[in-house]
């Protein structure tokens, strides 16, 4: 469902399981950027009204899940850790060339969008099936079903606003690069590291 050529390498749950208080700062953060992205794109592309409708109950639901994510730390008697660089991301936004067209440069910005969701959605359904601690797998469980939403509301964003061919091709491509990125990943207790 997700069209992801690599799968993460289960054996992250493990290197997870040894860290989760380092996996929900990870994630909080996380939520967090997912937030802000749907607001950057009201800010950028303030022209596309139905994008932005939906950006806006996006960003919304992200704060929502950053709030249940902390909410969860403080359970633990943690505090929120600070952020890390997220290499998967960085690496991802190497990928399409910089400037072109405001329609080309929204259309690349909904494709890693909707990959980043795609590969979150991911990494919860691992969490979800193989977390010992069951509270938090049931937790990961119902993010992984908004996760899905997220990433294909941004796909069809993308073939929407782009040339369907275009737009389909670019994702194709964007999908081999990103599983060249996972090959050195999956061996930090990070969300996409």
């Known amino acids: 469902m997700l069209g992801l050529k690599l799968p993460t390498d289960p054996r992250w749950v493990n290197i997870v399981e040894k860290n989760i208080d380092e996996i929900l700062t990870d994630h909080a953060y996380c939520e967090q950027k997912a937030a802000s992205t749907a607001i950057s794109l009201i800010v950028s592309f303030p022209e596309y009204t139905d994008l932005i409708k939906e950006m806006i109950a996006l960003s919304r ?18 505090t929120l850790g600070r952020d890390r660089k997220d290499y998967y991301v960085i690496e991802l936004l190497k990928f399409f060339p910089k400037g072109g067209s405001r329609t080309t440069q929204l259309v690349h910005r909904l494709l890693y969008a909707a990959l980043i969701e795609a590969r979150s959605c991911e990494r919860f359904r691992l969490l979800s099936e193989q977390l010992e601690d069951k509270e938090l797998a049931q937790f990961y469980h119902k993010l992984m079903i908004s996760e899905a939403s997220h990433y294909t509301m941004f796909l069809n964003f993308a073939r929407q606003y782009g040339d369907r061919t275009e737009v389909d091709k670019k994702w194709k491509n964007l999908l081999a690069y990103e599983a060249g990125i996972m090959k050195n990943l999956s061996k930090k207790e990070m969300i996409h590291g």
């Open 61 to 78: 639901e992200e704060m929502g899940h950053f709030k249940m994510v902390h909410d969860i730390i403080l359970e633990r008697g943690k």
